[in-house]
């Protein structure tokens, strides 16, 4: 995408906890959205943030900083499943969601 | 499943034909979305339907494709003389609050 930035590729280990970080910059704002996606299929929604702080659902935390235009999802306890591509997003202002590049993260034993 | 179905799930096609794509949304969603993906990059937005009223297009659609929602359920996008660069994962998504995805529809011109 052409306004957010996450890295490209993590590596991490059966068991851990990983830090995926998003920066973004938009005009308007009405969310900030992570999904998964496994290769070859459709992303599915994880995460949503809207106001400032830490959301917690099951293994999966994401964070929001408005005020510095930045997000974390935050896996813990990392299985090999979770080895994806995570997509940070947003809708601008708008309805339409606007895309990171994705960080594809690896999960090893 | 999320619940969006999406029809064909592979295409492949010979540059200059046209292709159509159909999207079937979850039943109660209002809207609908249209997005294309390529290899090692995040999905672009295409265009955006609120039940039968298409709000919204991309840059990105040229006048070479065209969607329809015409009675606010499902959707088609339609893509004439289709050219290579068409090759990609076309995907939809439907929406009350959060954009849930279909499995796409992977297109490939030869």
């Known amino acids: 995408g052409q306004n957010i930035d996450q890295p490209t590729e993590m590596t991490a280990t059966e068991g851990a906890i990983v830090q995926i970080n998003c920066t973004y910059q938009?005009?308007?704002?009405?969310?900030l959205f992570w999904y998964q996606q496994h290769a070859g299929e459709a992303p599915t929604f994880l995460s949503y943030?809207?106001?400032?702080g830490l959301e917690e659902k099951g293994r999966f935390s994401s964070f929001l900083s408005r005020s510095k235009g930045y997000s974390y999802l935050l896996l813990k306890e990392l299985q090999m499943k979770d080895s994806a591509s995570y997509l940070c997003a947003h809708t601008g202002g708008g309805n339409k969601l606007t895309f990171g590049t994705g960080t594809q993260l690896k999960v090893e034993l | 499943d999320t619940g969006v179905s999406q029809n064909p799930r592979h295409k492949i096609t010979k540059r200059g034909q046209n292709v159509t794509f159909r999207c079937d949304p979850i039943?109660?969603?209002?809207?609908l979305y249209w997005y294309r993906q390529t290899l090692g990059q995040g999905p672009e937005f295409l265009t955006y339907f609120q039940n039968e009223a298409q709000l919204e297009k991309s840059r990105l659609l040229s006048d070479r494709f065209s969607a329809e929602r015409p009675k606010g359920s499902f959707s088609t996008l339609e893509i004439q003389r289709t050219e290579q660069g068409d090759s990609a994962m076309y995907l939809c998504?439907?929406?009350?609050?959060?954009?849930?995805f279909g499995p796409g529809t992977r297109l490939l011109v030869l």
């Open positions: 943030n809207v106001l400032d």
């Open positions: 998504a439907s929406s009350l609050t959060f954009q849930y």
């Open positions: 938009t005009s308007g704002f009405n969310g």
């Open positions: 039943s109660e969603h209002n809207r």
